[in-house]
């Protein structure tokens, strides 16, 4: 199994040498000078960072690890000092991104991207898709790229340089329209959301595609649970990779390897620390946490220490190709979006998919947990296949009560599960917007049942 494509390209960015040996040691020396660099950097530029890190110069870092004692950036600093971050003129910004919450509106995170930074994803992109897509494939592009600088234009860019031609599809309306291009098209690799891309798969009219036409499929935008990728793997006996493509980061934050165990992180461009997501604490490698991640060569709005929300673990040991690059577990989900039943247990959108997607007909589902009194409730709205082959209430419910969190409250008599609904209506899901359970806000209801809810 040859190396991660990463492993050269991470070494050259480093080193300023090509084929120079790639070294931990190395990539430590790299960057604490990337560090001190752009701590400097914000301390000069930004008026939210001359503030916050006060007292905390570079030189104050004589390890990576030293990165610690610096303070976290936070979702709310961005929402409540975005026009404080940007280091450029409003002329050098290339590509604004403004990410609003799915329950409260008027609560967002505004991104801004410079033409180098920009240039920055689109080499990400072309070195994260040599493992995917070789010269003369072509890709078809489930990512909004109507915009320059969107994902998908600057993943066609990337595509162009390695040969592969790319064609923006955009986030997926009308699937059967899809299909129809993929097979008019001879689309032969995919890069999309992981539940657009499983309503393909789930598809009536999927027969319409060749056996063995789709070779490699790329999963990014969203957590993709392992029952979607297998479900992908079944129907087209494609590779699937995943890939980590936060915003915050520019999209370009790691990708899997044909070793398919664990992202290959971009650390020539970010510094990655594991967190405990209340402490703060840093957490051992194998335990999970929260991502943090510090920018070390952006320019319009370096990012120190921002807690992303996305929880994952690097994993220990060396990958099966070889690299000396750290890997990264695959996120599994967004502590922000975890909800805390009346139970005391968390649930997250992860737990549910884990249990839901393996269960034949479904291509998405919506669920909301509304708080009556003292009484949680539970509903999920099952969004079904072309076929309308959806499983029955009986298998989506006795699914439900194999999530520990859900067990737990409903043996307890603190959470009651609705019954199950259906909808042939797939709502666009989009990188900008997670997929997360709806927490509705507390109100008085008359009519609570005062029994458990059991099947």
Request: glycine residues 8%; positive net charge.
């Given at each position: 199994?040859?190396?991660?494509?990463?492993?050269?390209?991470?070494?050259?960015?480093?080193?300023?040498?090509?084929?120079?040996?790639?070294?931990?040691?190395?990539?430590?020396?790299?960057?604490?000078?990337?560090?001190?660099?752009?701590?400097?950097?914000?301390?000069?530029?930004?008026?939210?960072?001359?503030?916050?890190?006060?007292?905390?110069?570079?030189?104050?870092?004589?390890?990576?690890?030293?990165?610690?004692?610096?303070?976290?950036?936070?979702?709310?600093?961005?929402?409540?000092?975005?026009?404080?971050?940007?280091?450029?003129?409003?002329?050098?910004?290339?590509?604004?991104?403004?990410?609003?919450?799915?329950?409260?509106?008027?609560?967002?995170?505004?991104?801004?991207?410079?033409?180098?930074?920009?240039?920055?994803?689109?080499?990400?992109?072309?070195?994260?898709?040599?493992?995917?897509?070789?010269?003369?494939?072509?890709?078809?592009?489930?990512?909004?790229?109507?915009?320059?600088?969107?994902?998908?234009?600057?993943?066609?860019?990337?595509?162009?340089?390695?040969?592969?031609?790319?064609?923006?599809?955009?986030?997926?309306?009308?699937?059967?329209?899809?299909?129809?291009?993929?097979?008019?098209?001879?689309?032969?690799?995919?890069?999309?959301?992981?539940?657009?891309?499983?309503?393909?798969?789930?598809?009536?009219?999927?027969?319409?595609?060749?056996?063995?036409?789709?070779?490699?499929?790329?999963?990014?935008?969203?957590?993709?649970?392992?029952?979607?990728?297998?479900?992908?793997?079944?129907?087209?006996?494609a590779k699937v990779f995943t890939a980590y493509t936060p915003t915050a980061m520019g999209y370009a934050g790691g990708v899997e390897c044909e070793a398919f165990s664990g992202y290959h992180l971009c650390e020539a461009d970010h510094y990655y620390e594991i967190v405990d997501p209340i402490s703060g604490m840093t957490k051992a490698p194998g335990e999970s946490g929260e991502i943090v991640v510090t920018t070390l060569t952006r320019t319009a709005m370096p990012l120190i220490r921002y807690r992303t929300g996305d929880m994952s673990r690097f994993l220990p040991?060396?990958?099966?190709?070889?690299?000396?690059?750290?890997?990264?577990?695959?996120?599994?989900?967004?502590?922000?979006?975890?909800?805390?039943?009346?139970?005391?247990?968390?649930?997250?959108?992860?737990?549910?998919?884990?249990?839901?997607?393996?269960?034949?007909?479904?291509?998405?589902?919506?669920?909301?947990?509304?708080?009556?009194?003292?009484?949680?409730?539970?509903?999920?709205?099952?969004?079904?296949?072309?076929?309308?082959?959806?499983?029955?209430?009986?298998?989506?419910?006795?699914?439900?009560?194999?999530?520990?969190?859900?067990?737990?409250?409903?043996?307890?008599?603190?959470?009651?599960?609705?019954?199950?609904?259906?909808?042939?209506?797939?709502?666009?899901?989009?990188?900008?917007?997670?997929?997360?359970?709806?927490?509705?806000?507390?109100?008085?209801?008359?009519?609570?049942?005062?029994?458990?809810?059991?099947?």
């Amino acid at each position: 199994m040859q190396k991660t494509q990463f492993e050269s390209w991470i070494s050259e960015k480093i080193s300023g040498l090509r084929g120079q040996l790639l070294t931990p040691e190395g990539i430590r020396r790299y960057q604490l000078q990337k560090l001190r660099t752009v701590v400097d950097y914000v301390l000069e530029k930004s008026p939210f960072y001359r503030e916050r890190l006060s007292g905390l110069p570079s030189d104050s870092l004589s390890d990576p690890e030293d990165l610690s004692s610096f303070p976290f950036t936070t979702i709310q600093d961005l929402h409540k000092y975005w026009t404080r971050f940007l280091c450029v003129s409003q002329t050098q910004v290339e590509r604004v991104v403004t990410i609003r919450h799915p329950q409260a509106r008027d609560q967002f995170r505004r991104f801004f991207f410079s033409g180098a930074d920009l240039e920055l994803t689109v080499d990400f992109f072309y070195h994260g898709m040599m493992a995917i897509a070789k010269p003369g494939q072509r890709v078809l592009i489930l990512l909004t790229g109507d915009k320059p600088g969107s994902a998908g234009d600057l993943l066609t860019k990337a595509l162009r340089r390695a040969g592969v031609h790319g064609i923006v599809d955009g986030i997926v309306m009308y699937p059967e329209v899809t299909i129809r291009e993929i097979v008019q098209q001879k689309i032969d690799c995919l890069v999309g959301i992981p539940t657009q891309v499983l309503a393909l798969a789930r598809r009536e009219d999927v027969g319409k595609i060749p056996a063995g036409q789709i070779k490699s499929i790329l999963l990014a935008g969203d957590y993709a649970s392992a029952a979607v990728v297998n479900e992908l793997k079944r129907v087209w006996g494609a590779k699937v990779f995943t890939a980590y493509t936060p915003t915050a980061m520019g999209y370009a934050g790691g990708v899997e390897c044909e070793a398919f165990s664990g992202y290959h992180l971009c650390e020539a461009d970010h510094y990655y620390e594991i967190v405990d997501p209340i402490s703060g604490m840093t957490k051992a490698p194998g335990e999970s946490g929260e991502i943090v991640v510090t920018t070390l060569t952006r320019t319009a709005m370096p990012l120190i220490r921002y807690r992303t929300g996305d929880m994952s673990r690097f994993l220990p040991g060396p990958c099966r190709c070889g690299t000396e690059l750290r890997r990264m577990d695959r996120v599994r989900g967004r502590a922000p979006d975890m909800v805390r039943l009346l139970s005391g247990d968390w649930l997250g959108i992860e737990d549910i998919d884990d249990v839901l997607f393996p269960l034949g007909g479904i291509v998405n589902y919506y669920a909301t947990l509304t708080r009556y009194h003292k009484l949680d409730r539970l509903e999920v709205v099952i969004c079904s296949g072309a076929n309308g082959a959806w499983p029955s209430s009986r298998r989506v419910f006795n699914a439900l009560q194999g999530v520990r969190a859900v067990d737990n409250a409903v043996e307890k008599g603190c959470l009651i599960l609705e019954p199950i609904k259906y909808t042939d209506e797939n709502r666009v899901t989009t990188c900008a917007v997670k997929r997360c359970i709806v927490l509705r806000s507390e109100k008085e209801c008359e009519d609570v049942p005062s029994h458990k809810r059991r099947l």
